[in-house]
Every structure is written in structure tokens, then in C-alpha cells.
């Protein structure tokens, strides 16, 4: 079974600031694809980063930048120069081998204050 | 504002009612699925669709009763709720590589539903 879990239900960062939110996986495939999406008070989720666990380089998308320990099972999320707009819910999720369904950890509620 | 819709956004039913949630993506994808958002729990993955055909069911109770037409709709039929069914009902969208699903590519979601059962 593929299971992800998100430790922290709640975190807070002052604007400018640097935040890293934290994510653990399981899974048996040797091939799998980790995501980390947002979801604002608006509800709509949108992606945020993505990695291919058979790259070892860690992705970037300007603020947004992942640790990927793959032997510790690791997927952080860190947002560099956190904006008011970052605010939102955020989920990270698992995607191994041939499954087309995406296994979600329970989500981090991140409030950026001003 | 977005390539997946959803309709309606609210919806509150009775336990005896029948109603449906209708989901639409202008994408152009091959794969559509549905999820279920309850407070403090994973999004559960309820239905996937690849190529209009149902590829994967997780044990969903048979009061949902899924639908897809075409690739660029997906409805979800409700019957006889319990009000443990209340939830935000995500509807997503992907191209698949292929036609299977084996592919990365990200899902894409619509706005969401939000059921409430009385």
C-alpha cells in the first residue's frame, strides 16, 4: 500500500520569510512521481512542483523548491519569499508505477501574515 | 478561469433525493476522475476514467453511480445519501500517455462541489 503523510496540519510564516512544509511516502514501486499541489480558500487546487523519483536533482519553480530524500523517503516543500497569496491549503501526493490515481497526505493549512 | 468545471458549486439534498454533479474539461484530455474531499482526511480517490471507460473503483458505496459519456464529461449520480457523504466532490483531469496510465502528467482539477446531506 501507498500511504503519504503531512505532520504538520497547520503552520504560519511572516511575509518575506522562508517556510518548509514536510512530507513522508511510502511506497513499493521503484518508479513513482511526487507533487505537491495548492489548494487557496477558492478550493481550486493547482499544481505546484512535481518530481520524477528517478531524478535525483530536486525541482524547482521559482519560489518553490523541493527536498527529495529518496532513501529517507522525503518530499519537502519549501516556499522562499512567502507572499500573502501563498495562504492555502497544501497537499502532497504520491503517484507510483502504473496507478493513475494520486495518493494525497492530509494536507498542511499555511497562513502567510503581514 | 479554469479547464475543468464543475456544476453545480453548492448543492444541499435530502437523504431520499436523486441528483447529479456534472463535470466538464476543456482540455482535451483522455482521463477524468473523481475524488472526495472530507475535513481532516486525505482527498479519497472515488472513480477514474481513461478513455470513457472505468478502470479503477475503491470500494465506492453504490449510492454514486458514475457516468461518462464522452472524454469530456464526467457525472457522478447520487441516490439514497447518508450525511457522511457530505463533502467537497473534486472532479480532475489528465492526458495520459498512451491511453493507459502510465503517464506523469498532472492532473488538473475543477472547483469542486460542495454536497451537504440532511
Known amino acids: 500500500a501507498q500511504t503519504v503523510t503531512q505532520s504538520q496540519p497547520e503552520m504560519s510564516v511572516q511575509e518575506a520569510e522562508t517556510v518548509t512544509l514536510s512530507c513522508t511516502y511510502d511506497t513499493s514501486e521503484s518508479n513513482y512521481y511526487l507533487f505537491w499541489y495548492k489548494q487557496p480558500p477558492s478550493r481550486q487546487m493547482i499544481l505546484v512542483i512535481r518530481q520524477e523519483a528517478y531524478k535525483q536533482q530536486n525541482a524547482t519553480e521559482n519560489r518553490f523548491s523541493v527536498n527529495f530524500q529518496k532513501a529517507a523517503k522525503s518530499f519537502s516543500l519549501k516556499i522562499s519569499d512567502s507572499q500573502l497569496g501563498d495562504t492555502a491549503m497544501y497537499f502532497c501526493?504520491?503517484?507510483?508505477?502504473?496507478?493513475?490515481?494520486?495518493?494525497f497526505g492530509k494536507g498542511t493549512k499555511l497562513s502567510v501574515k503581514p | 478561469e479554469t479547464g475543468v468545471t464543475q456544476t453545480p458549486r453548492h448543492l444541499v439534498m435530502g437523504m431520499t433525493n436523486k441528483k447529479s454533479l456534472k463535470c466538464e474539461q476543456h482540455?482535451?484530455?483522455?482521463?477524468m476522475y473523481w475524488y472526495k474531499q472530507s475535513a481532516k482526511k486525505p482527498l479519497e480517490l472515488m472513480f477514474v476514467y481513461s478513455l470513457e471507460e472505468r478502470v479503477e473503483n475503491n470500494s465506492v458505496p453504490s449510492r454514486f453511480s458514475p457516468e461518462c459519456p464522452n472524454s469530456s464529461h464526467l457525472f457522478l449520480h447520487l441516490h439514497t445519501l447518508q450525511p457522511e457523504d457530505s463533502a467537497l466532490y473534486l472532479c480532475?483531469?489528465?492526458?495520459?500517455?498512451?491511453?493507459?496510465?502510465?503517464?506523469?502528467?498532472?492532473?488538473?482539477f475543477g472547483p469542486g462541489t460542495r454536497l451537504t446531506v440532511l
Open positions: 480532475a483531469s489528465s492526458q495520459e500517455k498512451g491511453g493507459g496510465l502510465a503517464g506523469v502528467n498532472e492532473q488538473f
Open positions: 482540455l482535451g484530455h483522455n482521463a
Open positions: 501526493a504520491l503517484r507510483g508505477g502504473s496507478q493513475g490515481n494520486l495518493i
